[in-house]
């Protein structure tokens, strides 16, 4: 089992940057893929990015591509995402969750996590 806490989110302005943590417990995160997605209000909770447990790499959704970077630090059990230039359209709840991912192409699906945090609120404004 694994315990998964989201922290750092915030009010932000349009173009500034948050940095928001995934804090595991119960087992080594660095053993799952991890996933970050979000939930706007009225709508789909959609697919954010991933780093993947066995090569590190990272993919990312592309509404995000190329602002938003997702790292791990193994040592303190924690994935951390990071976004900069953010926009208004990136106000949601951001949650994390942590599976064993077989296939690239089912990282983007929801069912494919096994656990998932509470979530974490990012505001942005215009």
């Known amino acids: 089992q694994v315990q998964l806490v989201e922290s750092g989110g915030g009010l932000v302005q349009a173009g500034g940057s948050l940095r928001l943590s995934c804090a595991a417990s119960?087992?080594?995160?660095?053993?799952?893929?991890v996933g970050w997605f979000r939930q706007a209000p009225g709508k789909e909770r959609e697919f954010v990015g991933v780093?993947?447990?066995?090569?590190?790499?990272?993919y990312y959704a592309d509404s995000v591509k190329g602002r938003f970077t997702i790292s791990r630090d193994n040592a303190k059990n924690t994935v951390y995402l990071q976004m900069d230039s953010l926009k208004p359209e990136d106000m949601a709840v951001y949650y994390c969750?942590?599976?064993?991912?077989?296939?690239?192409?089912?990282?983007?699906?929801?069912?494919?996590?096994?656990?998932w945090g509470q979530g974490t609120q990012v505001t942005v404004s215009s």
């Open positions: 780093v993947r447990w066995n090569t590190g790499n990272s």
């Open positions: 119960g087992r080594t995160l660095s053993n799952y893929d």
């Open positions: 969750a942590a599976g064993w991912i077989p296939n690239l192409s089912g990282v983007s699906d929801r069912s494919s996590y096994a656990y």
